[in-house]
Nanobody
Framework: QVQLVESGGGLVQPGGSLRLSCTAS????????MAWYRQAPGKEREMVAL?????????VYEDSVKGRFTISRDNAKNAVYLQMNSLKPEDTAVYYC???????????????WGQGTQVTVSS
């Protein structure tokens, strides 16, 4: 009933930029926050950036991406974006979008995940 669809991944040279997009659709009552995670081969999935949806949009970043990545939102579209600048080979991973949301006023907040989009940073 809820779908998260990511786009914007690809191959980029070191120092380059990419912009990821994620849109949530379906039976959405409200969204608490949306976040980007990534998982590199042989490593655990880690949170990259998070933004709260109500209010002013508080953001949180993983230390290695601070100053290089920017998360933003479009509440009207239930969308979140990740602008990635100064990309490094170690940023190579599958990037996943996650939303903590409710499908009705009676439901508990539940995590929903997108299918992932590959980001490869290589010369």
């Amino acid at each position: 009933q809820v779908q998260l669809v990511e786009s914007g991944g690809g191959l980029v040279q070191p120092g380059g930029s990419l912009r990821l997009s994620c849109t949530a659709s379906g039976s959405i009552f409200d969204i608490n926050y949306m976040a980007w995670y990534r998982q590199a081969p042989g490593k655990e999935r880690e949170m990259v950036a998070l933004i709260t949806i109500p209010g002013s949009g508080t953001t949180v970043y993983e230390d290695s991406v601070k100053g290089r990545f920017t998360i933003s939102r479009d509440n009207a579209k239930n969308a979140v974006y990740l602008q990635m600048n100064s990309l490094k080979p170690e940023d190579t991973a599958v990037y996943y979008c996650k939303a903590l949301l409710r499908t009705s006023t009676w439901s508990a907040p539940t995590n929903y995940w997108g299918q992932g989009t590959q980001v490869t940073v290589s010369s």
